[in-house]
């Protein structure tokens, strides 16, 4: 059996139901299950590794880590944000990279993002979890700093 794999606030904001997301994907979870965060509005936002393990992918709006045990969590910038080609992104690491937990993968403004049309709501997910496989560590409503625990996927 493995262990149950905690899951950290990316972001700092308010957390947000998937089913409440603005996207039939992440709303129905159909990558899987996890929750969002509406992320507070500032000049630039950092955004944390939600667990340890290696980038699987890395895009400026998205990216996926994936842990020694297989498990991978996706954390989406945003809501239709890859029609930005990147821009208003700052990497500041790449796929293939080894990150340990809450290390700064990118910089963003949630703000411009807004500004632009966009939702720049967070989701966080448990890729391919099944959905008794998650437990909310928080619940919608509540407030969360980034780095604070999110989810537990047991």
């Given at each position: 059996?493995?262990?149950?794999?905690?899951?950290?606030?990316p972001?700092?904001?308010?957390?947000?139901?998937?089913?409440?997301?603005?996207?039939?994907?992440?709303?129905?979870?159909?990558?899987g299950?996890?929750?969002?965060?509406?992320?507070?509005?500032?000049?630039v936002?950092?955004?944390?590794?939600p667990?340890a393990?290696?980038?699987?992918?890395?895009?400026?709006h998205?990216?996926?880590?994936?842990?020694?045990?297989?498990?991978?969590?996706?954390?989406?910038?945003?809501?239709?944000?890859?029609q930005?080609?990147?821009?208003?992104?700052?990497?500041?690491?790449?796929?293939?990279?080894?990150?340990?937990?809450?290390?700064?993968?990118?910089?963003?403004?949630?703000?411009?993002?807004?500004?632009?049309?966009?939702?720049?709501?967070?989701?966080?997910?448990?890729?391919?979890?099944?959905?008794?496989?998650?437990?909310?560590?928080?619940?919608?409503?509540?407030?969360?700093?980034?780095?604070?625990?999110?989810?537990?996927?047991?």
């Amino acid at each position: 059996m493995t262990a149950p794999l905690t899951v950290l606030a990316p972001v700092t904001g308010v957390v947000v139901a998937l089913a409440e997301v603005d996207d039939p994907v992440f709303s129905a979870e159909l990558v899987g299950p996890g929750l969002a965060i509406e992320p507070v509005r500032g000049p630039v936002s950092e955004v944390l590794a939600p667990v340890a393990g290696r980038i699987a992918k890395m895009h400026a709006h998205a990216f996926v880590v994936q842990g020694e045990d297989g498990r991978a969590v996706l954390v989406h910038l945003g809501i239709n944000t890859v029609q930005l080609e990147g821009e208003g992104f700052t990497l500041h690491a790449a796929e293939g990279d080894d990150v340990a937990l809450g290390q700064v993968l990118v910089s963003w403004d949630p703000a411009a993002v807004e500004a632009g049309g966009r939702s720049p709501v967070v989701p966080v997910v448990g890729l391919d979890a099944g959905p008794d496989h998650i437990a909310r560590l928080v619940e919608p409503g509540d407030e969360v700093a980034a780095g604070t625990p999110l989810i537990t996927w047991g």
